[in-house]
């Protein structure tokens, strides 16, 4: 090692401050990407278009836009998409499942896509609609695809997408165990998907496992951390439970004793996340997908954080 990066290191060692102080000045630039949901009323709507403008200049690689349990939003979702495609600069990657919906059907919204100029799909199973909701048992249709690798060879017979899928580094909620879930993520970069999200998470040290397990295992397409700065603590634990990511201890001391208190609660939100895309940063990430929850101030304080800054516009 030549003398300079030695210094480098030692200095980096010696530094009093943490992750996210270094994190501005990492030599890692970060690309972010944002995902937001359709909304099912005038206010809603409002807010989700608040957020997606004040997002917008941050210049996301890309944003998706999801689609509700069993198709439920099928149609909001592909005007959501269609608005975000003719009013902004942003470049939507709509969700896709394949629950309750025939083959003929979802080809027939894969074609729609490609038709208004979409070239991003984020490819998942979905969860099943109804009572079961997230996390509930899932009975494939005898006429649909099966999961996510059946609906990611669909999308590439189509042809002229980039295919996002989901990874699981606590293990899928369905899934006997982590080295099921490898085979699943390699079964469906065999089918071409491109890229992985994973789901939210806040054991930093698990996630990283993962990381290293999948490459082991050969896969190389990249993975996204997805990051999700919630404040609402009992929410946050309702989510968890139904998609298999822990809830550390010590983030349920951070929030005790603030039902009544929405403001420190986002403080510490945006601390967490903060701190975990920092200390990602420093093990080599350089893109990372937020879960935005239609919101932009956390998001945007934290891409802040990160060395991510509004694009100035051409004079």
């Known amino acids: 090692m030549a003398a300079s990066s030695l210094t480098a290191a030692r200095a980096l060692l010696l530094s009093p401050l943490g992750p996210v102080a270094r994190a501005g000045d990492n030599a890692n630039p970060v690309r972010v990407s944002f995902e937001f949901f359709p909304p099912k009323t005038d206010k809603a709507e409002e807010s989700l278009w608040e957020a ?40 939507p990657a709509a969700h896709l499942t394949c629950v309750e919906a025939s083959r003929d059907e979802v080809d027939e919204v894969i074609e729609s ?22 996390g509930g048992a899932y009975q494939p249709r005898a006429d649909g695809y099966a999961n996510a690798t059946e609906l990611t060879a669909a999308i590439g017979r189509v042809g002229g997408f980039d295919v996002t899928v989901g990874a699981y580094p606590e293990r899928h909620p369905e899934s006997p165990s982590i080295d099921h879930d490898i085979d699943v993520l390699k079964a469906k970069v065999d089918a071409g998907a491109t890229r992985a999200i994973s789901q939210f998470f806040f054991d930093i040290d698990a996630f990283l496992r993962y990381r290293d397990r999948i490459r082991a295992a050969g896969i190389e397409i990249p993975l996204l951390p997805g990051i999700m700065p919630v404040s609402n603590f009992n929410g946050l634990v309702r989510m968890s ?61 934290i891409c802040r954080v990160l060395g991510v800054r509004e694009t100035k516009a051409a004079t």
């Open 52 to 91: 997606v403008r004040r997002l917008e200049p941050l210049n996301p690689e890309f944003v998706s836009v999801t689609y509700g349990a069993g198709g439920s939003t099928r149609e909001r979702t592909h005007r959501t998409v269609q608005r975000m495609l003719t009013e902004t600069t942003l470049k």
């Open 113 to 134: 896509y490609k038709a208004i100029g979409v070239n991003h799909i984020v490819a998942l199973r979905g969860d099943p609609p109804g009572a079961s909701g997230i």
């Open 241 to 301: 439970a139904s998609c298999g990511a822990s809830v550390p201890a010590w983030l349920a001391t951070h929030f005790d004793g603030l039902d009544d208190d929405p403001e420190t609660r986002k403080l510490l939100a945006a601390s967490i996340a903060a701190e975990t895309c920092a200390r990602l940063q420093e093990e080599g990430f350089s893109d990372f997908h937020f879960y935005t929850l239609n919101r932009a101030d956390l998001v945007y304080a």
